[in-house]
């Protein structure tokens, strides 16, 4: 048990990890950012953020659990939502990367990040901020949200993605 712990951790603190990471991280902060009145909900309680597309990754590399975490966590810094948002709908993003890494149906991939930010965002959304509405109703709209970034950008990315994931995601 021991040996197994010592060879993941290694594998966890190689350049490479940290790089695929960083990369992640990188561009889940600009993507957010690319369309940041989309990205925040600014316009109703519809939230698409386009870089939760990226939230496949963990199918191909257990880099992009932190990635997108460390990349959630920058974004979230300029949501309204301010510190609430920065802890809680990055914790959200966490959860759900880390579910993924372990579905294996491509078609299921998706529905760990669409359910957990539905919950959390939505739940979120009511609290400080719809608070006059029934709860179900940000939860839907975060969740219909979702399942557009996730389903409509997310499964041609990890098709695309899993034709050259040899080149992309080697390991030797």
């Known amino acids: 048990m021991v040996f197994v712990e010592d060879k993941m951790n ?26 940041a009145p989309l990205s925040y909900g600014q316009l109703g309680m519809m939230q698409i953020r386009i870089s939760e597309a990226l939230c496949v990754l963990p199918f191909f590399t257990p ?6 975490f460390v990349g959630c966590v920058l974004a979230n810094l300029f949501s309204f939502l301010g510190v609430v948002d920065v802890i809680f709908g990055s914790l959200a993003t966490l959860a759900a990367a880390a579910m993924t890494y372990f579905i294996k149906n491509k078609w299921l991939v998706p529905l760990p990040t669409i359910l957990v930010n539905a919950v959390a965002i939505g739940a979120l959304l009511h609290f400080f901020y719809f608070t006059d509405v029934p709860l179900f109703i ?12 996730c389903y409509a950008l997310g499964m041609p990315l990890l098709f695309l993605l899993n034709k050259h994931q040899k080149k992309i995601f080697y390991r030797p």
């Open 10 to 35: 290694k594998k966890l603190h190689t350049p490479r990890f940290m790089a695929e990471a960083g990369i992640i991280a990188a561009l889940y902060f600009v993507l957010t950012m690319a369309i």
């Open 63 to 68: 880099a992009a659990i932190p990635g997108l």
């Open 138 to 149: 940000p939860v839907a709209y975060v969740g219909a949200g979702e399942a557009l970034a």
